[in-house]
C-alpha cells in the first residue's frame, strides 16, 4: 500500500492575531468537507490553546514522553531508555486524543522555564513520523520565528500566515515568509487577515510574494466562544470565521 502524502499546513504569525482559533476552524472545515479523512491536529505552541478551541481534554504530551525517556537514561537505565525511544511511535499514538472525526496531539510545556529546543526538535521528528499516517496535518505553531527557525515546520507542505490589520502584524510575516523561504520546504504558502474591522483599509494590507486568501471580518460569535471557552464546533454554521476559513482553503487547493 502506498504511503500517505499528508497535507501538511503549518500556522503561523504574531501573537494575538487569532491564529490558534483559525487552526481549530481550519479543522472544523476539514471534518465537514472531507469526511473519513484522517485528520491530525498539534498544538504546537506552548500557551496551549487549540485543545480549549476544539473541546479537546489532554492528558498527556509528547514533553511527557520526551521526559520519561530522559528519566529512565538519568536514572542508570539505557536499555530502558532505547526500548522506550524504539517503542516512541507507539507511545505517541497512545497520547493521541481521538474525538470528532480528527486526532489530537498536544507538545506540551517543558517543566524548565526557557529554551524549548528539545521539545521543538521532538516535534520536528514526530511530524515526519506520523505524515503518512494522515491525509491532513493541522499545526498551530508559536507566535513569532522561532519554530521557522529551527527547522520545525520544515517539511510543511503549506505555510499559512496570520496577520491582523495591522502593520505590525504584516511585518511579522513578511519576517516570517523570509525566514522560511531559506529553511522550510513548503509548497504553497498564503495568508489570512483576521479581525478585520474595517474593510475600507484591506486595499493597504500587502505581504509581498504571498497571496491574501482571505480577509476575515470580527466575528462576534467566535468571540463569544473564546471568552467563554467554548470549542469551534458550537460556532453556528453561518459564521463569518467558517465562511473566511473555507474561502482560504480553496484558494490553496486544501479543499
Known amino acids: 500500500m502506498a504511503e ?23 479543522v472544523r472545515v476539514l471534518t465537514e468537507e472531507r469526511p473519513g479523512s484522517r485528520v491530525l491536529a498539534i498544538d504546537a505552541d506552548p500557551a496551549v ?52 472525526g480528527f486526532s489530537f496531539l498536544a507538545i506540551g510545556r517543558p517543566e524548565n522555564e526557557g529554551c524549548y529546543c528539545s521539545v521543538n526538535a521532538y516535534l520536528k521528528e514526530v511530524v515526519g513520523m506520523l505524515a503518512g499516517d494522515f491525509d491532513y496535518v493541522v499545526i498551530d505553531g508559536e507566535a513569532g520565528i522561532e519554530q521557522i527557525q529551527r527547522r520545525v515546520m520544515e517539511k510543511v507542505s503549506h505555510l499559512i500566515l496570520i496577520s491582523d490589520q495591522s502593520r505590525k502584524g504584516t511585518h511579522v510575516a513578511e519576517t516570517i515568509k523570509a525566514v522560511a523561504d531559506e529553511l522550510v520546504m513548503y509548497e504553497r504558502i498564503g495568508a489570512i487577515i483576521n479581525r478585520v474591522t474595517n474593510p475600507e483599509l484591506n486595499d493597504y494590507i500587502s505581504i509581498p510574494g504571498v497571496e491574501i486568501l482571505a480577509y476575515i471580518p470580527a466575528d462576534e460569535c467566535q468571540a463569544a466562544n473564546d471568552i467563554q471557552g467554548r470549542s469551534v464546533f458550537e460556532l453556528p ?17 486544501i479543499l
Open 237 to 253: 454554521a453561518e459564521s463569518k470565521v467558517l465562511y473566511g476559513v473555507r474561502e482560504a482553503l480553496r484558494k490553496i487547493d
Open 4 to 26: 500517505r502524502k499528508a497535507k501538511i499546513m503549518a500556522l503561523a504569525g504574531k501573537g494575538g492575531v487569532g491564529k490558534t482559533s483559525l487552526a481549530a476552524t481550519i
Open 49 to 100: 490553546g487549540l485543545s480549549t478551541a476544539l473541546g479537546v481534554t489532554v492528558t498527556s504530551t509528547l514533553d511527557d514522553i520526551r521526559r520519561a525517556v530522559i528519566k529512565s537514561a538519568e536514572d542508570g537505565r539505557p536499555r530502558e531508555a532505547i526500548e522506550m525511544l524504539n517503542e516512541s511511535r507507539f507511545r505517541i499514538l497512545d497520547t493521541m486524543v481521538e474525538t470528532r
